[in-house]
């Protein structure tokens, strides 16, 4: 069989139009990744640690060990006595001790920084402020809040909202978007 200029430019053109004309009909199909759930805890823990006196050092935690029942969370332990005019290293650490032994989930939210922020609100009356020192993956990096610094001004008492954001996807710094995983008060005590 003999092919001409004609009939070659004539089967690749007609190959070419059915490769487009199947490529335009194949319905797409959109692989999508379902984000992660939000994190299950039972227990919120601050551990401060003052930058010039590492000796002074307090732990407080929030335990609620029936999150979705009627029983109310255990406050018992969830005070930071702290020194006035000074900075505190601080973590945030997050707990299931519904388990035994009990799981550190810190890590896996560390993991899923990009999908997490840690947000606080000390109310009006508390001389405290905070500032998130770890920062995500994200492209700007963006704060995490596991790891902060807290600087205390004059003696003061309040109450410090600790609230974890599920962001996936969503996450842009701020503490708007996205689910809540915890949300819980702290009483801050500055002596």
């Known amino acids: 069989m003999k092919f001409t200029k004609k009939s070659i430019i004539g089967l690749v053109a007609l190959g070419l139009a ?4 199947t490529s335009c009909n194949k319905d797409e199909q959109v692989v999508s990744t379902p984000d992660p759930e939000n994190e299950f805890m039972t227990t919120v823990k601050l551990i401060a640690v003052n930058v010039n006196d590492p000796g002074d050092m307090d732990t407080a935690s929030w335990v609620d060990l029936d999150p979705e029942g009627s029983a109310q969370p255990d406050l018992s332990n969830a005070f930071l006595n702290l020194k006035a005019n000074a900075t505190y290293n601080v973590q945030v650490q997050f707990w299931d001790e519904s388990k035994t032994p009990a799981e550190n989930i810190t890590p896996e939210i560390k993991e899923r920084q990009n999908y997490h922020l840690i947000c606080f609100s000390p109310d009006g009356s508390l001389n405290l402020t905070v500032t998130k020192t770890d920062r995500d993956n994200n492209n700007p ?3 995490v809040g596991l790891e902060d ?3 205390t001004g004059g003696a003061s008492s309040g109450d410090l909202n600790v609230t974890l954001r599920h962001q996936p996807n969503v996450k842009d710094g701020t ?6 995983d915890a949300n819980v008060d702290f009483q801050i005590n500055i002596q």
């Open 18 to 21: 059915l490769i487009f004309w």
């Open 141 to 143: 990096p963006l704060p």
């Open 149 to 151: 610094q807290f600087e």
């Open 175 to 180: 503490c708007a978007p996205g689910s809540t």
